[in-house]
């Protein structure tokens, strides 16, 4: 087998990278460990930033996220039992972001590559990458039919996310940066309509909370726990009186209960390994770093690497010029190390840390005040939640 461009991971980076190039006309072949009908199905986050839906909508898979993606122009920080709502649109001159979940996604960058004719290969294994520091890489595997297969290319895209093959073979080339923290996600799907309509974060003395939605008849709902709590100790009805109990006030604001149809606990990482590029391999998305959901910036900056892959591959296949594939690792750590500042930033604020003594929590009150009070520091939650502008 032959292409220009081979593509480990058939994930939102897998996916968006592949339809990025085809605009260009550039080959690519995508290999996927997984079903189509598992990677269609696994739920992940639904916050899109303006940029990620603007990608989407300008290559041609934007039609149905259009119609049925909710955008919201803002979200509320609660704590004290009242609501303060940043204006994102209002700060950020016009821009917002988009509910829509990831596996959405997923199936609209299928469906099109499917239709197109493109090559995706599903319940691929045994995948090796190879020969990348030399002028042609490989892809050894073996299909969904038992055969073994060699895949040759001009480059590897290793989009094969945090628990993929690409990034531990370049190991011992890698810095790794790295930071567990002391808790987790509880996170549910409920048959009820969200009592607002949009996001509540809320910073409470039990641990922080959060109201999200998908679609508008579902609300997701998530509980700060302890990152080993076992989910058996959460019955529906302790879930439901702990989300009541935090997001409690005096304004009136209260959660609507409906049919538990989804239970999860996440545990919360921050994760950078650089450089992304080793010779003719290129690492993006979560194959390369990971973000704690507070942000909700995993998908996004995925979608930001590929777009930044996507230009200097380009460029280098229409003028032999590859400075822009020599600098795509600094191009896109900036911003990898943009995000999980804010990321880090958001999680610190609203989270409860176990075994803090009293300063702490005064100092995320003094912040959470600060930021619904300030102008300039609601602006730059703004313009960090729905997404820096990406420059090619």
């Not at 955008?71 to 039992?81: I, K, N, Q, S, Y």
């Not at 297969?149 to 531990?168: E, K, M, S, T």
């Not at 935090?246 to 996440?266: H, P, S």
């Not at 930001?304 to 003028?319: E, F, K, M, N, Q």
Request: glycine share 10%; with cysteine.
């Amino acid at each position: 087998m032959r292409t220009q461009v081979g593509i480990v991971g058939a994930g939102p980076a897998g996916l968006v990278l592949g339809l990025l190039l085809a605009r260009e006309g550039i080959e690519s072949v995508v290999l996927e460990s997984r079903s189509r009908e598992y990677i269609e199905h696994r739920v992940r986050a639904g916050v899109l930033e303006q940029g990620t839906v603007d990608c989407l909508a300008a290559s041609g898979v934007g039609e149905r996220l259009q119609r049925e993606g909710m955008v919201h122009h803002g979200l509320f920080l609660r704590w004290d039992g009242y609501s303060h709502r940043i204006a994102l649109s209002d700060l950020t001159g016009g821009r917002g972001i988009t509910l829509y979940g990831q596996q959405e996604v997923v199936k609209d960058l299928v469906a099109e590559r499917v239709e197109d004719g493109r090559e995706l290969l599903f319940e691929v294994s045994d995948v090796r990458v190879e020969d990348f520091d030399g002028d042609e890489p490989a892809i050894r595997f073996t299909d969904a039919t038992g055969a073994e297969q060699v895949l040759r290319c001009d480059v590897i895209a290793g989009c094969d996310g945090f628990h993929g093959l690409c990034r531990p073979t370049v190991e011992t080339a890698l810095r790794v940066y790295e930071r567990e923290y002391p808790f987790g996600w509880l996170g549910i799907l409920a048959e009820a309509a969200p009592s607002s309509d949009e996001l509540v974060y809320c910073h409470h003395e039990r641990g922080f909370a959060l109201q999200s939605m998908r679609p508008p008849d579902l609300t997701r709902l998530y509980l700060q726990v302890a990152p080993d709590e076992e989910l058996e100790r959460w019955p529906d009805e302790r879930v439901w009186e702990e989300l009541h109990t935090r997001f409690a006030g005096d304004d009136g604001f209260d959660v609507a209960e409906g049919a538990v149809v989804e239970k999860g606990i996440t545990p919360m990482r921050s994760f950078v390994a650089e450089p992304l590029r080793h010779g003719r391999l290129f690492l993006a998305g979560d194959a390369a770093h990971i973000v704690p959901p507070t942000g909700a910036k995993g998908l996004n900056l995925a979608v930001a690497d590929v777009r930044v892959l996507a230009d200097g591959l380009a460029h280098w296949y229409s003028t032999g010029d590859g400075s822009r594939l020599d600098s795509y690792s600094d191009r896109c750590l900036r911003r990898v190390w943009r995000v999980q500042h804010f990321s880090w930033w958001m999680t610190r604020m609203l989270h409860r840390l176990p075994g803090e003594d009293p300063f702490e929590p005064m100092l995320q009150r003094s912040q959470l005040e600060y930021v619904c009070s300030s102008h300039a520091a609601a602006t730059s939650l703004a313009e960090n939640y729905v997404g820096l502008e990406l420059e090619l």
